[in-house]
């Protein structure tokens, strides 16, 4: 571990928390567009833990997990290693309660796009900028990335996602989602040199872990979502021995057990609003109805049945200018349901 951890314009020396801000861009009133970021510089040495929330930006539940964790539970006088926190990753996005960015409609992540944003791109689009200043100052420098977001339903499952499918990663990998302790779907794609550089692409390539970390009720700072997601990063901080003391099982939320896979998006065939039968997290057999599309007349228009022998692990409703979860109302092609099985039941 270095004397002097530096992000942005914020340095901690050993034993230090500090805060700054990585430079971002200029509104046309030349109003600066910044991300705050916290840096933490233990003690001891250990590795570089970097937490990002609200890549999305309605799903600010994160930004309190990271705030909890640097203000409050972690002492830089005991950690080992450092901690960076960026509590909101695209304030493009969140200062205008959007999804996606507001100035030119684009995911800072990279996601939902055949041709996904990148983070190689410094005199690119407005929130390309803010990617490769992410990478520049704070992805590049971790060795482990807990990637915080929200489904927006309070019923929702909370799991987390990684990508096996590199071998420079997964073992890590698998033991971060095995002490966060939640159901834990599991990907199986090589990220090969000539995938695009997106920030996750990016950390594959450096041999960086990026762990997905996906709480509910995104819209709102509540519980259970800090409890899980502090208890969660914890235990991947004492898993590393970054801290002190026992991984402590989550506890008081539906987890599915066993190596969970996603199995796609549902979509509405029909438009109206809709209601569900079913709760995240329940066994479904295979045509089982879990939805139903009614019109403003009351009848029912279309029931939607489970794809597989398996679960949904939340109910994004009708995505509309890029944000899912706008209302419990679709329209013919809006997601509906994220579905998953288990090798545990099928
Ligand atoms: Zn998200």
């Given at each position: 571990?270095?004397?002097?951890?530096?992000?942005?314009?914020?340095?901690?020396?050993?034993?230090?928390?500090?805060?700054?801000?990585?430079?971002?861009?200029?509104?046309?009133?030349?109003?600066?567009i910044?991300?705050?970021?916290?840096?933490?510089?233990?003690?001891?040495?250990?590795?570089?833990?970097?937490?990002?929330?609200?890549?999305?930006?309605?799903?600010?539940?994160?930004?309190?997990?990271?705030?909890k964790?640097?203000?409050?539970?972690?002492?830089?006088?005991?950690?080992?290693?450092?901690?960076?926190?960026?509590?909101?990753?695209?304030?493009?996005?969140?200062?205008?309660?959007?999804?996606?960015?507001?100035?030119?409609?684009?995911?800072l992540?990279?996601?939902?796009?055949?041709?996904?944003?990148?983070?190689?791109?410094?005199?690119g689009?407005?929130?390309?900028?803010?990617?490769h200043?992410?990478?520049?100052?704070?992805?590049?420098?971790?060795?482990?990335?807990?990637?915080?977001h929200?489904?927006?339903r309070?019923?929702?499952?909370?799991?987390?996602?990684?990508?096996?499918?590199?071998p420079?990663?997964?073992?890590?990998?698998?033991?971060?989602?095995?002490?966060?302790?939640v159901?834990?779907?599991?990907?199986?794609?090589?990220?090969?040199?000539?995938?695009?550089?997106?920030?996750?692409?990016?950390?594959?390539?450096?041999?960086?872990?990026d762990i997905?970390?996906?709480?509910?009720?995104?819209?709102?700072?509540s519980?259970?979502?800090?409890?899980?997601?502090?208890?969660?990063?914890?235990?991947?901080?004492?898993?590393?021995?970054?801290?002190?003391?026992?991984?402590?099982?989550?506890k008081?939320?539906?987890?599915?057990?066993?190596?969970?896979?996603?199995?796609?998006?549902?979509?509405a065939?029909?438009?109206?609003?809709?209601?569900?039968?079913?709760?995240?997290?329940?066994?479904?057999?295979?045509?089982?109805?879990?939805?139903?599309?009614?019109?403003?007349?009351?009848?029912?228009?279309?029931?939607?049945?489970?794809?597989?022998?398996?679960?949904?692990?939340?109910?994004?409703?009708?995505?509309?200018?890029?944000?899912?979860g706008?209302?419990?109302?679709?329209?013919?092609?809006?997601?509906i349901a994220?579905?998953f099985?288990?090798?545990?039941h099928?």
């Amino acid at each position: 571990m270095p004397e002097r951890v530096t992000v942005g314009n914020a340095t901690a020396s050993r034993g230090e928390l500090q805060k700054g801000v990585i430079k971002g861009i200029e509104l046309n009133t030349t109003t600066p567009i910044d991300i705050p970021v916290l840096v933490m510089n233990g003690a001891k040495d250990g590795p570089t833990l970097l937490m990002v929330s609200t890549q999305h930006g309605i799903e600010i539940q994160g930004i309190e997990v990271i705030l909890k964790i640097m203000r409050e539970k972690v002492n830089p006088k005991e950690l080992r290693g450092a901690i960076i926190g960026i509590p909101v990753e695209n304030p493009l996005a969140f200062m205008h309660h959007q999804y996606l960015s507001w100035i030119d409609n684009l995911d800072l992540g990279g996601g939902g796009s055949a041709s996904p944003l990148t983070a190689d791109q410094p005199h690119g689009a407005s929130t390309e900028r803010l990617a490769h200043a992410l990478w520049k100052e704070a992805w590049s420098k971790a060795d482990m990335v807990l990637n915080i977001h929200c489904n927006v339903r309070p019923d929702s499952l909370f799991f987390t996602e990684i990508n096996v499918g590199n071998p420079s990663t997964r073992e890590r990998l698998e033991r971060m989602a095995r002490v966060f302790g939640v159901t834990n779907v599991v990907e199986n794609i090589t990220i090969k040199k000539n995938a695009p550089d997106t920030l996750t692409n990016l950390a594959v390539k450096n041999g960086v872990p990026d762990i997905l970390i996906e709480l509910i009720d995104g819209r709102w700072i509540s519980e259970p979502s800090t409890s899980v997601g502090v208890r969660g990063v914890l235990n991947i901080m004492k898993e590393f021995d970054m801290i002190d003391g026992p991984i402590e099982p989550q506890k008081s939320v539906p987890i599915i057990q066993g190596v969970c896979t996603g199995h796609g998006i549902v979509r509405a065939d029909r438009g109206g609003l809709i209601r569900f039968k079913k709760t995240p997290g329940e066994f479904m057999k295979k045509g089982t109805v879990f939805a139903e599309i009614y019109d403003l007349y009351g009848d029912v228009l279309e029931e939607v049945t489970c794809p597989v022998d398996g679960y949904i692990w939340a109910y994004p409703c009708g995505d509309i200018l890029g944000t899912p979860g706008s209302l419990q109302a679709v329209q013919a092609g809006a997601n509906i349901a994220y579905a998953f099985t288990s090798d545990e039941h099928q």
